[in-house]
């Protein structure tokens, strides 16, 4: 009799999570031709310098999220052109405030190319910006009141924060407190604005506009604060800005208020002008591993704070699962 070899083990292959932006492929194409039109201007400047910033990259991650959770939430094909609406605004906002920023911090890189302000100049950008909060209400002016209260109030809030942020530049007391209250006004405002929209469009129950209010601040302090760890640690040509930028300008990112409160060499380096030799130090110093290891758990904690929600609040669905897939790429990306 032959000598028969076992078997080897049958494993059930493990699904893929599913796609979000596939599941609102035919929402999102529409949002680009719209938020493509609402870019032109009388000015030819002004349409240069909006499409330049606006056509030249950006995942559209509010926009997406927006969408999914209107879907989520049982929102149907007869409302959708205003959750498309809602996104294109808060693509807007988020849009101005970008060109503001970089006017503000001097940025001459934005997603790996010159920026706007590198390009064109101070006036022009700061105009640019000011149109598209414009076009925001415009698009925002045909909804209900408390709807639009939603955006102003994170515009608001957006504000508050930069200012926020440049009144603890270089700060050396900046705390981890500190820290997430700017990013809660300057990052987390629009998701959490874009969630409670989302919801009030579906016509969602109160108990669940609130607890979308409430994911979306979860997911955008997520975003940011591993947005802030990929700014140490680069590469360059991935996060499409230099790395250390953040750093460079005395803003109290999360690795910087992290690293601060525990290395006195850093809260030195921190006061002063980096660049060269003390640049690349403090860049050490804040990529000691445990450190990064706490900033993610921090990101992590937000994530698991989201996915409750989403699981508390929502019935099953595809935009529910593609919803959690979207939350948990945030914690994914690379570190």
């Known amino acids: 009799m032959k000598n028969l070899k076992p078997a080897a083990p049958v494993t059930a292959a493990i699904p893929a999570p599913p796609n979000p932006w596939s599941a609102v492929r035919e929402d999102l194409r529409a949002v680009e031709e719209k938020l493509s039109r609402l870019l032109d201007s009388n000015e030819p400047l002004i349409s240069e310098i ?145 969630g409670r929209v989302a919801a009030d469009l579906a016509q969602a129950a109160p108990r669940t506009i609130e607890a979308m209010e409430q994911l979306g601040l979860a997911l955008g302090l997520a975003f940011q604060m591993v947005d802030d760890l990929l700014d140490i640690l680069g590469p360059e040509e991935k996060i499409g800005k230099p790395v250390g930028s953040d750093l460079r300008a005395g803003i109290i990112s999360l690795p910087v208020v992290m690293s601060i409160q525990a290395n006195p060499e850093l809260r030195r380096l921190f006061c002063s002008k980096l660049e060269g030799a003390n640049l690349e130090r403090a860049l050490e110093l804040m990529r000691e591993p445990s450190l990064i290891a706490r900033g993610r758990a921090l990101a992590a904690a937000q994530i698991e704070r989201a996915r409750a929600i989403l699981a508390r609040e929502l019935e099953p669905s595809i935009y529910s699962d593609c919803l959690a897939s979207l939350i948990d790429d945030q914690i994914d990306r690379d570190l």
């Open 50 to 194: 909006c499409h330049y910033l606006v056509d030249g990259g950006g995942k559209r991650l509010r926009p997406l999220f927006i969408l999914l959770a209107y879907r989520a939430c049982g929102g149907g094909d007869a409302k959708v052109e205003d959750a498309i609406d809602a996104a294109i605004a808060l693509e807007l906002i988020h849009s101005a405030t970008l060109l503001h920023d970089d006017i503000i911090d001097g940025g001459q890189l934005r997603r790996g190319k010159p920026s706007a302000l590198a390009r064109y100049g101070h006036a022009a950008s700061l105009v640019a910006g000011d149109f598209l909060f414009c076009r925001a209400f415009e698009l925002c002016g045909r909804f209900e009141e408390r709807l639009v209260h939603t955006a102003a109030r994170a515009c608001i809030q957006l504000t508050e924060g930069e200012v926020m942020e440049g009144r603890m530049r270089r700060n050396p007391a900046a705390s981890l407190d500190d820290y997430t209250a700017v990013i809660t006004r300057k990052t987390a405002s629009l998701f959490s604005a874009g």
